[in-house]
């Protein structure tokens, strides 16, 4: 008989399949699997695959009493605390920078697009106003990407290949990071120097506890009115009621945001702007990534159930 | 007193600031000029500036009898009958080069737009529907860039450009142009070649008449049903209906376009396409490249009015 694994998160069915013909799915998907399943049916659990946003504490953990391993679909695990489930003895897996590349591309699209204006843009074409000629200021040249500073705050995986994809465009790259590597971008010794430096920050920062509201309305205004925000990493990252007063009173000129605050929620006073580009948390989200975040997941289980250490387990734990 | 400048076609008065600075300029803003001006008037006209894919035949051209230079604003040159400005001994000059930069970032924007179809995402958040959770059958994840081959039709100054910006996103590059080039991307013989071997097909081509309608249906359904088309080039290069065919039939699976057969018109059945990526022929709309093509005109005009060969010279003129 398959081993049994639980869906802690709900996730489109389609993600499933490949889980599904390996293994017997408890589909929770997202609800208390207490209510979902009997208790004689959980305590057989020994692993759940989960999203990295979706909260696990010590109480869920405990509702499952055989459970051995957490596997993460996706690169994020900011959900899981991990302290609770290194106490029981509980791997956590991920998958590391399966998708590093279609979030990176996504990055690279809210930039062009946020500093090009695209959904005006594309609305100007569809809505009739073109061809009525019909004035407007948003319209009108903006500075575009050439010769532009872009600053990376956050450069692992992701931050380097969104370093990479800017560089192409003509621009100058700096990042600030905890750590310096040798690669050919300016350093900055933290954010503010950085956001002095640069018109367009794109956060690409692993988001922990330390990161929350760190890109506040200092930072935001260090920009300059030229300045573009775009976020792919975790709305947690970003003040979002100080993001939303930068782009209304045109402390910022725009923003690209794949991630908010409380998803799948986007404030009303952002999604009424017409300075921002906004994507459903969407990055990660191509067919190729989906198959590598699959294989991640699938490697961490066999290894697991083989009684092997997990060959994506998050660091540190 | 400054010499006298015709503005031949319609520019927004921006755009007309530094050359109001040097020249005095009579603004027929895209009319008749021998309805907006006085035939002595006209008659002391040596030089204009107009848009290169504005009609300008012999008949325009004997409205100004002195008419030594005709000055595009822009890298395009396609409206001007070049076969009786040079008849009539009247030099043609463009600003080569000068947008490069900004058109291959909109070919770069467009691309990732269509392949994560980024209009339709951007109104699934600002719509409540990403909130609501409505189930969106073009939300569903699709091929993303990594390991995609582009093909880019006409590797100019522009189209080296995009090459180089489609690269930095792990794709596999081709082109075809009447030129082979030594660069490191793969060599097409003909048109059928790289639609055959590529998903996503660039335009970049300089239009003339021998490229009226090339990307036709044939050449749309052997990019397959993947298939992407860019178009920032011009939109007589495409035949449209065949595009729009092409889009509501699913042989392609999208489009971004800078550039339309009518301008500013864009059929109806095109703009209500969710798989489209539209944008009003913004390419080199950016504040630097203004101030290029701007940069070119004057040094045009300044060398004309003192006798010299145009430093930007349209080739073959």
């Not at 990176?104 to 609305?123: E, G, H, S, T, Y």
Request: aromatic share 6%; net charge neutral.
């Amino acid at each position: 008989m398959p081993d049994k694994i639980l869906i802690y998160s709900r996730f489109p069915k389609a993600e499933l399949v490949r889980f599904g013909e390996r293994y017997m799915l408890l589909n929770a998907a997202g609800k208390r699997p207490t209510e979902m399943f009997p208790a004689d049916e959980l305590a057989g659990i020994r692993a759940i695959i989960t999203a990295g946003g979706t909260p696990l504490g010590g109480e869920a953990m405990d509702m499952l009493p055989s459970l051995g391993a957490i596997i993460c679909y996706g690169t994020g695990y900011e959900g899981i605390d991990l302290a609770a489930a290194a106490k029981r003895g509980i791997a956590v897996g991920h998958s590391p920078g399966a998708n590093a590349s279609s979030v990176a591309d996504i990055a690279a699209m809210l930039m062009l697009a946020a500093v090009r204006r695209l959904p005006v843009a594309d609305n100007y074409v569809r809505s009739g106003d073109w061809v009525g000629r019909v004035p407007s200021p948003m319209m009108r040249p903006q500075a575009g990407m050439r010769g532009r500073k872009v600053g990376i705050f956050g450069l692992g995986e992701i931050g380097r290949k969104i370093a990479a994809r800017a560089a192409a465009f003509e621009t100058e790259v700096g990042y600030f990071s905890r750590t310096r590597y040798d690669v050919p971008y300016h350093y900055f010794p933290n954010l503010e120097a950085l956001a002095d430096w640069c018109s367009i920050l794109v956060i690409a920062v692993r988001a922990g506890t330390e990161t929350v509201g760190i890109v506040n309305a200092d930072i935001l205004r260090r920009l300059g009115n030229g300045g573009i925000v775009v976020n792919i990493s975790r709305g947690s990252v970003v003040d979002e009621a100080a993001l939303v007063a930068a782009l209304t009173d045109h402390t910022i000129a725009g923003a690209g945001l794949d991630v908010f605050a409380r998803e799948p929620h986007a404030p009303d006073a952002l999604t009424a702007l017409p300075n921002v580009v906004l994507t459903p948390h969407l990055g990660g989200h191509t067919l190729e990534s989906h198959v590598a975040m699959q294989d991640c997941v699938l490697a961490n289980l066999e290894a697991f159930f083989a009684g092997k250490p997990l060959p994506y387990r998050v660091k540190g734990t």
